[in-house]
Each structure stands twice: as structure tokens, then as C-alpha cells.
């Protein structure tokens, strides 16, 4: 019995030891340069600015730091066009990954509309989706 359990354990180990190793392989070590990561670091404080600015009540304050996003994702679709992206996992599923960005892009541009109308409501219902995009495409093509 102790033996049955003992080379359980060990099995159980060696089997979660080789997903890892596996999952490991898998992954893509992307260029600092990579036009995803250039987009990726102009929209997280362009992100954090929207929520500091939804929760201060500044709707003039939303779009500024977008700029430079919009100017970083017209050279990722490019490059995506070209099928030059590579992204840290899940590069056989590039389709997916361009549906998803290019509904993302369109989530920021109606945020950047409702906050041109000034309509709150609006822009806070359109950051929760926004904030689920950044997690829905990072747990496929991130982490
Ligand atoms: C359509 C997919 C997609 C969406 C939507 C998305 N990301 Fe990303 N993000 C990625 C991928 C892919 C990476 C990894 C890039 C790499 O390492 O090559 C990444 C990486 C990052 C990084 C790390 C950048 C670096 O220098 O390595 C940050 C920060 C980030 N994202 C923030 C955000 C925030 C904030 C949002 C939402 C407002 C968001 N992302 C939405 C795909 C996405």
C-alpha cells in the first residue's frame, strides 16, 4: 500500500513536471521592440488615465494619452497584415487574435466618443468591457 501510494506521488509529479516543461516550450520570448509591446505600454497609462479620469468626473481628460495608442496600433495592424506578430503564446491562433484586437480598437474609439459627449454612463459601461478585453486577450496570448 505505502508503495502504491508512494509511486503515485511520484508519477503525479513527473506528470505535472513534464505539462510544465511543456507549457514552458510553448511560449515565445517577443522582442522588447515587437509592435504589440510598443502598443501594449502607450495603452496601459493611457488605460489607467481613463479610470482616473472616470472616477474623478474629468471626461476631458480621456482622450489625450490615446493619441500615441492610435499612432502604435496602426503600425500593429500593419504588421499583423504582414503576419510579422508574434505574441508570447497562441501564435497559431493569429485570426482570433486580430478579431479580438479589432473589436478592442473599436471599444476605445466609442469611449473616446462618449467622452467627447461628455456622457459618463456611457463611458463607464464601455471601460467594464474594456477592461475585459485586456484580460480575455491576455489569458489566450499572454500568460
Ligand atoms: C487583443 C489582445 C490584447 C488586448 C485587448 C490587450 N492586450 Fe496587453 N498584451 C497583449 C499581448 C499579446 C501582450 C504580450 C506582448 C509580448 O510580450 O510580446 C500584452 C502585454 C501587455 C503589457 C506588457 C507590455 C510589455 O512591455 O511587455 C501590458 C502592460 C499590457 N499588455 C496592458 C494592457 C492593458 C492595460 C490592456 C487593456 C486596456 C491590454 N493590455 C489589452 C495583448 C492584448
Redesign the pocket.
Known amino acids: 500500500m505505502k508503495r502504491f501510494i508512494l509511486s503515485a506521488v511520484v508519477s503525479l509529479a513527473l506528470g505535472v513536471g513534464v505539462a510544465v516543461v511543456n507549457a514552458e516550450e510553448a511560449r515565445v520570448e517577443?522582442p522588447?521592440d515587437?509592435p504589440?509591446?510598443v502598443e501594449?505600454?502607450l495603452?496601459?497609462p493611457a488605460?489607467k488615465n481613463l479610470l482616473d479620469s472616470l472616477i474623478l468626473n474629468k471626461p476631458e481628460a480621456i482622450k489625450a494619452p490615446f493619441i500615441a495608442v492610435h499612432k502604435a496600433l496602426g503600425n500593429t495592424d500593419a504588421a499583423l497584415k504582414k503576419g510579422e506578430v508574434?505574441?508570447?503564446r497562441n501564435n497559431d491562433k493569429m485570426k482570433e487574435?486580430k478579431e479580438?484586437?479589432e473589436k478592442?480598437h473599436k471599444l476605445l474609439e466609442q469611449v473616446i466618443a462618449a467622452s467627447n459627449k461628455r456622457d459618463m454612463k456611457k463611458v463607464q459601461a464601455i471601460t467594464h468591457k474594456?477592461?475585459d478585453?485586456?484580460v480575455?486577450?491576455?489569458s489566450q496570448?499572454?500568460y
Open positions: 517577443t522588447y515587437s504589440v509591446r501594449m505600454r495603452l496601459d488605460f508574434k505574441v508570447p487574435f479580438m484586437d478592442f474594456i477592461i478585453g485586456c480575455q486577450c491576455h496570448y499572454l
